[in-house]
Every structure is written in C-alpha cells, then in structure tokens.
C-alpha cells in the first residue's frame, strides 16, 4: 500500500515541478518518506534543461508543494 502511494505522489510531484518550478521532470528520487497518520513524501526531481538543475516537493496525500 505505501509503495502505491509513493508512485501516485511521484506523478503529483512531477506535475508541480513542471506547473510551478519551471522544470521538465527527468528523474525523481525520494528524499524521506515517513508514515502514519500524518505522512508525507519528499521529492527530489531533477531537471532536463540543466543536469544539475533540480526542485524539491512535499507531498502529503497527493497534495504538493514546491519547496525549492
């Protein structure tokens, strides 16, 4: 159930990268996970334009933010 949580967030965190951190979505790793009743995942999605270009998502139950 949590890896299916990760992968439904994955998608959000991409869709915000691009929407709100002017970022075409290349890889995305997982930065911390925690669990319980007030989980969350945080994303680190890099950037095609620039290989060392990335921004940094929170999602909480499919809800993300931009955080860098």
Do not use: H, W
Not at 6 to 21: F, H, L, R, T, W
Not at 23 to 33: D, N, S
């Amino acid at each position: 159930m949590a890896a299916a949580n990760v992968s439904a967030a994955q998608a959000e965190a991409k869709e915000i990268a691009k929407s709100m951190g002017n970022c075409t979505p290349a890889k995305v790793e997982v930065l911390r996970y925690t669990v319980g009743r007030e989980g969350s995942t945080t994303f680190k999605v890099g950037c095609t334009e620039d290989k060392d270009a990335f921004v940094v998502v929170l999602c909480r139950a499919r809800i993300c933010t931009l955080l860098r």
